[in-house]
């Protein structure tokens, strides 16, 4: 059974940093690209950041550029978003995500096929 468990999320003022983890069971985790997806109250699951097998290739959405962070650690299990210079509108839930095999890179939700529970992050003003 494939499993995905995020950490780190919590409650932190504008300006701050939170690093989130999602640990991997159940499927070779090095053989798939993964993502960072969150979603606010009232809208619609949005890509945040996209990472290929390797680590070697990244994808961020406009609104994270700069600020934000995707890695991996193969040997761990592990996917890592680390999150600086928090703003009120990146209060959401976060979710990663595994992508279906073959695919290389995509900020598509519909490329996944495996979800964890989420973890809320809430950036007060």
């Known amino acids: 059974q494939v499993q995905l468990v995020e950490s780190g999320g919590g409650l932190v003022q504008a300006g701050g940093s939170l690093r989130l983890s999602c640990v991997a069971s159940?499927?070779?985790?090095?053989?798939?690209?993964m993502a960072w997806f969150r979603q606010a109250p009232g809208k619609e699951r949005e890509v945040v950041a996209a990472v290929s097998w390797s680590g070697g290739t990244t994808y961020y959405a406009d609104s994270v550029k700069g600020r934000f962070t995707i890695s991996r650690d193969n040997a761990k299990n592990t996917l890592y978003l680390q999150m600086n210079s928090l703003k009120p509108e990146d209060t959401a839930v976060y979710y990663c995500a595994s992508a279906r095999v073959a695919v290389v890179l995509t900020p598509k939700l519909n490329e996944y096929d495996v979800w964890g529970q989420g973890t809320q992050v809430t950036v007060s003003s």
């Open positions: 159940g499927r070779t985790f090095s053989a798939y690209a």
